[in-house]
């Protein structure tokens, strides 16, 4: 079983939000899904066949999308707006320009540990593993104790099928981090990985 990284809990309820907003169709042939509607908070309340349209979108959402952009423009070194304008772009699956703000970002801080967890997550999702781990360890070689970034490892092992590492490296955590979030949810991917 694949375990996600903490940082794909951080930002549900803005991720939700915006997915329901900004997408535009919803193609379920290729979701799987036979042409039936999924039954999730993104598409409840709409008909079999229809995807949420421009009528849909919430005049706040649109609103805030475009000043974030328009802020983003007119001031690329105010960090935060442009977190929050490439979280929005990440959840509108636009990565490429999401990651190219990320980026931007962490060469002006490159110790933002937010950020690179951030951008772990678009390679993440992109199950480029390789980028995702460097990330992560980027962190851990200026944050040594970082048990985000050291659960977000056990995750990543575990999307590549290293199960044996991932529950070595969740161990630790319940061992060395004892009472805290992270070491509880370790222990609960070590038992869902069928680990003793």
Same mark, same amino acid.
């Given at each position: 079983? @694949?375990? &996600?990284?903490?940082?794909? /809990? ?19 042939? @290729? ?10 908070? #993104? ?25 974030? &952009?328009?802020? /983003? ?5 105010? !960090?935060?707006? +442009? ?24 060469? @002006? +801080?490159?110790? =933002? !540990?937010?950020?690179?967890? *951030?951008?772990?997550?678009?390679? /993440? ?10 990330? #992560? ?6 944050? =040594?104790?970082? #048990?985000? +970034? @050291? ?13 044996? &590492?991932?529950? +070595? ?23 869902? *990985?069928?680990? &003793?």
């Amino acid at each position: 079983m @694949k375990i &996600k990284p903490f940082y794909i /809990y951080i930002g549900v309820v803005a991720a939700a939000i915006v997915f329901l907003i900004i997408f535009s169709t919803v193609n379920t042939d @290729k979701a799987g899904l036979n042409g039936k509607m999924p039954q999730d908070a #993104v598409h409840q309340g709409l008909k079999q066949g229809q995807g949420p349209s421009a009528a849909d979108l919430s005049a706040d959402i649109k609103n805030k999308m475009s000043a974030l &952009k328009s802020n /983003y423009e007119k001031n690329p070194d105010d !960090t935060l707006n +442009a977190r929050e304008y490439a979280e929005f772009l990440a959840a509108a699956h636009r990565p490429e320009v999401a990651i190219e703000i990320y980026e931007n970002i962490l060469k @002006k +801080a490159p110790k =933002r !540990t937010d950020i690179r967890f *951030s951008l772990g997550l678009i390679y /993440y999702e992109r199950r480029d593993f390789n980028k995702a781990e460097e990330l #992560v360890n980027s962190v851990l070689g200026y944050d =040594r104790n970082n #048990v985000q +970034a @050291k659960y977000n490892l056990g995750a990543i092992a575990s999307s590549r099928g290293d199960i044996a &590492k991932a529950r +070595a490296i969740w161990q630790d955590i319940v061992k060395n981090y004892p009472k805290t979030e992270f070491a509880t949810m370790a222990a609960e991917a070590i038992q869902m *990985s069928g680990a &003793k």
